[in-house]
């Protein structure tokens, strides 16, 4: 049986393969050919031999439940999503001005403030940021870079426009899904390729790999860098061991690491202790030096902010960076690009009113039922409103939360997020998705060719994460001269 | 370069799958032995206990030690971190830490030997499907062990799963050995030595060492020559003398090798000593708690030389601290 396209209902959103009037768009055109072409059985078919790949390789995520940890296979769904060549060069641009000026801010709150002396960024949201670590204040990292490693969350609004839903500047993770996703479909739709020319991904590890040595404090040798994960109970571990094994790094546990008087790192080996030069830490900043952050934290390494400080070390992201991950911070970013950088923005950020305004606080709580209220400093998705979709009763608890800690609350107009074909139960539907690109910066600027796109795979839910119930697409930037 | 917990883990992963594989050839070889035993002669389930080094635990929760629960204890059970089941869940959480020094397929087997062990093995086990589920266990075990044999590099971390197969089985065979003393033969009947025949025949049976023995050393299974076999004989792969043989051979390609080669080389020494003759008259128990003490000791010269790292590394790390000033 073929697949008709005329039978997808394209919703309100805007459908990142279908045109409104239900026939493929030109880029996409080659794509849904193939797939008609296959078949619904086929098309099934090679869907459960992802899913076999997926599981035998134990591509996997560890989901926290009370009953205990779960460690799920990673949901792929087999239907690629188009972004045009054209089209991602200016996005790919944005991100890269919006990185460089997160850091020069970052870098500037830690030093002299300039931004908050000239009255473009307020003093107050700085005194209660939660993530600001004055531990940090007086450090320079090297090329004055603190956030080498951020994952951007971008969604396509119903106008065609991409914006950016959120920086994440902490540990952002999903990289090794976006290179397992196109490995998985190289090897069960190799047709599908010869259709288009496709950038290739496979670079970021080595690209990683460079970012990080960058970071080395002896330069003139071959860096010894390591991964620092908190554990196999994380639920990223997985990726945390994929990205050691890709870049011939060692992946570390704290426990593994010890700073001597020297204020060296050293790794605890077989053969005795070896200096290590770079640490990509995926552990949150509370835990990786108990000296100096949380005292009861058995993840990370005693003395570990003494040896960063001394530049005996090279941390990726450098403790701190979160200081720019908060959302209320990221209302912000348009004037950071034109104070920092004199450029206009060139990917704009939703629409934010931030609670602590007492004009936009007024707002947010008449309008509850139609917006999105976020928490500044929670990530995953977790401890939000979505107005549209909530109870009175979440929202009067919400309301209360507003008026106890207006800082800490921000909100945002439900955007309708783009949609793409994805193969459920009852065939190809439409599902929302968002795009997490990855953009690395030390001496040089770089961005992932696409990124990981995530897909609600309930029917006309919002939420993509994989803690709750996402999966994710792989994602083709493709030259239009076809 | 080989972090120190990940060496540790290579070495348990080993040490608990291997013990898996050990206490399955046991249980078939000893069910095996038990048709053939005349009724007078009683055979201890609980000599299996402690053979597993786990008697103590069963009988914290049973009063005595029948058949049906001695296999559950030994196989299923998760009270019991010695059951296979357990050391083949430990395994596979272990091999979870350090998929990035192994072929990328070892953990899909390992992952595949679990699976099942956990969907094979039903809450009740018959004699009848014991045999083929635990050759089931053996065959894979088995073949993860080819899989490294065939694709893994001989570096540091294929060396530590080397070290710690070979300790664990030095270990098993020690105590197999020493279980001889538990099975109770009556010393008037007429049937005697035929038995203690068939006795050391089953010894070398669960330590799938008999047709070797028949090959090279003899078609009697005697108790001296046995006990000469399976504690010193060179080519037989678990005789202890090659399992300290093999440990000896994975030290020396370590780094900082001598403090360990010195504990293992006094072990080897006093097995040099022993004499089958002399010990089938007497002593055996005496010299098997003695062999056991020495594994005991070379366990841990390895867990402190490579796996609880002192601050030995003082002296290097305040020269690089000195040339960094440079």
């Known amino acids: ?482 | 370069m080989m972090l120190s917990r990940v060496a540790e883990n290579l070495y348990w992963m080993t040490r608990y799958i291997e013990r898996a594989e050990d206490t399955a050839r046991l249980i078939n070889a000893v069910t095996l032995m038990s048709l053939d035993m005349p009724s007078e002669v009683k055979l201890g389930w609980d000599a299996l206990l402690k053979v597993a080094g786990v008697n103590e635990r069963f009988f914290l929760r049973y009063d005595e030690a029948n058949e049906a629960d001695v296999m559950r204890f030994l196989i299923q059970d998760e009270d019991n971190p010695s059951s296979i089941m357990m050391c083949i869940t430990m395994a596979r959480e272990n091999t979870r830490t350090f998929r990035e020094v192994l072929p990328w397929e070892l953990w899909e087997w390992v992952n595949e030997l679990y699976l099942f062990a956990k969907h094979e093995l039903p809450e009740h086990l018959e004699r009848r499907q014991r045999y083929e589920l635990l050759q089931g266990i053996i065959r894979r075990r088995q073949s993860i062990v080819g899989l490294l044999a065939g694709t893994m590099s001989r570096d540091d971390a294929f060396q530590f799963l080397r070290m710690g197969r070979n300790l664990e089985r030095a270990d098993m065979t020690s105590r197999i050995l020493d279980a001889s003393q538990a099975v109770i033969l009556p010393t008037d009947s007429p049937a005697g030595p035929q038995l203690n025949d068939l006795l050391w025949m089953n010894i070398l049976k669960s330590l799938s060492a008999y047709q070797m023995y028949r090959r090279h050393v003899s078609v009697h299974a005697s108790s001296s020559q046995v006990i000469d076999f399976l504690l010193k004989n060179q080519q037989f792969p678990r005789s202890v003398s090659h399992c300290l043989g093999e440990i000896v051979d994975v030290v020396q390609t370590l780094p900082r090798s001598a403090a360990v080669l010195k504990v293992v080389g006094k072990v080897q020494d006093r097995l040099r000593q022993a004499d089958g003759t002399q010990l089938a008259g007497h002593g055996l128990h005496a010299f098997i708690d003695e062999v056991q003490l020495g594994l005991i000791a070379i366990n841990q010269a390895v867990r402190e030389n490579y796996f609880r790292l002192q601050d030995l590394a003082q002296r290097q790390s305040s020269t690089e601290a000195a040339e960094a000033e440079e």
């Not at chain 1, 061991?241 to 010890?258: K, R």
Request: proline residues 6%; hydrophobic residues 40%; negative net charge.
């Open chain 1, 1 to 482: 049986m073929s697949i008709a396209w005329e039978n997808y209902q394209v919703g309100n959103a805007f459908d990142e393969l279908v045109a409104p009037d239900g026939q493929p768009r030109p880029l996409a055109r080659g794509l849904c050919d193939f797939i008609s072409g296959l078949g619904a059985q086929e098309l099934s078919g090679r869907a459960a031999a992802v899913d076999a790949a997926i599981m035998t390789a134990g591509i996997t995520f560890t989901v926290y439940t009370e009953a205990g940890n779960i460690d799920r296979a990673w949901p792929f769904d087999v239907v690629p999503r188009i972004i045009a060549r054209g089209e991602w060069e200016r996005v790919a641009k944005g991100l890269k001005q919006r990185l460089a000026a997160l850091n020069l801010f970052i870098n500037d709150l830690y030093n002299e403030q300039r931004i908050i002396k000239d009255g473009v960024f307020p003093a107050e949201v700085l005194a209660d940021s939660k993530n600001f670590r004055t531990a940090c204040v007086g450090v320079t990292p090297r090329y004055g870079v603190w956030a080498h490693i951020c994952g951007t969350d971008l969604v396509r609004h119903s106008d065609g426009q991409f914006y950016v839903l959120e920086d994440n500047l902490r540990v952002p993770s999903g990289v090794s899904y976006m290179l397992e996703n196109r490995q998985l479909m190289k090897r069960l739709f190799p047709e599908a390729f010869a259709r288009y020319h496709i950038l290739p991904v496979d670079d970021y590890t080595a690209q990683l790999y460079d970012t990080l040595a960058a970071l080395s404090p002896r330069p003139s040798q071959r860096p010894v860098i390591a991964v620092l994960t908190p554990g196999v109970f994380n639920s990223a571990y997985f990726e945390h061991s994929y990205l050691a094994q890709q870049m011939g790094a060692e992946l570390v546990e704290g426990a593994d690491l010890t700073v001597l008087e020297d204020d060296c790192v050293y790794m605890k080996t077989i053969s005795g202790l070896e200096r290590v030069d770079v640490i990509y830490r995926r552990i949150d900043d509370d835990f990786i030096d108990p000296e100096v952050f949380r005292a009861d934290s058995t993840l990370g390494v005693p003395g570990l902010m003494r040896a960063w400080k001394k530049g005996n070390v090279g941390l990726a992201n450098a403790p701190g960076s979160g200081v720019a991950d908060d959302k209320v911070v990221y209302a912000f970013v348009p004037q950071m690009i034109k104070y920092y950088l004199g450029e206009e923005a060139i990917l704009p950020n939703v629409p934010s009113y931030l609670c602590m305004y007492e004009k936009d606080r007024k707002y947010v709580l008449a309008n509850l039922d139609k917006l999105v209220v976020k928490p500044a400093n929670e990530s995953g998705g977790y401890g939000m409103l979505i107005g549209p979709m909530s109870s009175a009763e979440e929202r009067e608890k919400f309301a209360a939360l507003i008026r106890d800690n207006p800082r800490n609350y921000m909100a945002q107009p439900t955007l309708s997020l783009s949609t793409a074909p994805t193969l459920c139960d009852e065939g190809l539907a439409p599902r929302h998705l968002d795009l997490r690109p990855f953009v690395l910066q030390s001496n040089k600027l770089n961005v992932t060719a696409g990124g990981l796109t995530r897909v609600a795979l309930r029917k006309g839910s919002l939420v993509v994460n994989s803690s709750q119930g996402g999966g994710s697409k792989d994602t083709w930037i493709v030259e239009e001269s076809q």
